[in-house]
Every structure is written in C-alpha cells, then in structure tokens.
C-alpha cells in the first residue's frame, strides 16, 4: 500500500517481550468523480519498530504488510502489522497515486518486494462495493 506519512507515534512499551509503534499514512481513494481521503494506521512491532528509523512525517512510503486478527472479552481487532517499508520520495507535496496497469517499478523502493507481493490489479473495481458502504454509513462524519 502507498501513502504519505501523516503521524508516527512514541514508541510504546507493553511488556518486557512486547513493544510497538504506530504510525498513520494518508491515501486517496477515487470513487466515480469522488475522491476520499482515507488515514490507514500500521503497526511496527518490536525489532520491525526500526524500520521507521528513516521515515519522516510527510514521507511518500510503500508498506508492506500482513492483517493480523484478535478477539478479546467479546470483542474483535483487527491489526496491519508491518513487515517491511520503503520510502518513494522525502516529505511529498501531493498524494501518492497507483492507477490501474501502473508499471512503476516499486520493488527499488521496498527491498524484497517481488512480483505478487502487491496485487494491483483490483485497484478502482472497488466503486461499487464503496458505494454500498456509504449506503449502511451511519457515522457522523
């Protein structure tokens, strides 16, 4: 996933075999003429907290990432746990945008990154499934 870099947080320390830290990017979604900023938060969790050594606030990033899953007292959380990052440009002015069929070659910017380890292909076939969200949408914002 590519965004830019709008918050990293403190390191937190929960325990003697458990740390993270948490940052949030920025992405764009395009629906029909719409488009929405979306704020994704990750999770760097203990010796993945130093891959955020060399990003800043305002970075254009790649993430790469797995979802991880919990349920405790009832309740479900959900979690994107990062395995890797890589920095496309320094503090970008403008939001980082992957259309259908782009062929940047985004693996220099995240070592380890091979084909198959992001799927492009969906990105925009998602109008319709957006619209029917916004249907059920009882949020106040």
């Known amino acids: 996933m590519t965004g830019v870099v709008h918050l990293i947080k403190d390191e937190e320390i929960k325990t003697d075999t458990f740390k ?8 764009h979604n395009n629906v029909g003429s719409n488009t929405y900023k979306e704020l994704i938060k990750f999770q760097c969790i203990n010796d993945n907290i130093k891959l955020l050594n060399d ?3 305002k970075d254009s ?4 990432f797995k979802f991880s899953g919990k349920e405790y007292n009832g309740s479900y959380y ?4 990062v395995s ?3 920095v496309i440009s320094k503090h970008a002015t403008g939001p980082v945008e ?3 069929g782009d062929t940047n070659d985004y693996s220099q910017s995240l070592p380890g990154l091979d084909e198959g380890s992001v799927d492009l292909s969906g ?3 998602q109008e319709k499934t957006e619209e029917k969200k916004e249907e059920f949408n ?3 914002f």
């Open 98 to 100: 992957i259309k259908p």
């Open 55 to 57: 990003v800043d606030v």
């Open 78 to 81: 959900n979690n994107l746990d």
């Open 138 to 140: 009882d949020l106040p």
């Open 84 to 86: 890797d990052i890589g």
């Open 61 to 64: 990033v790649i993430v790469k």
């Open 123 to 125: 990105i925009g076939s």
């Open 20 to 27: 993270k830290r948490e940052f949030v990017i920025i992405i």
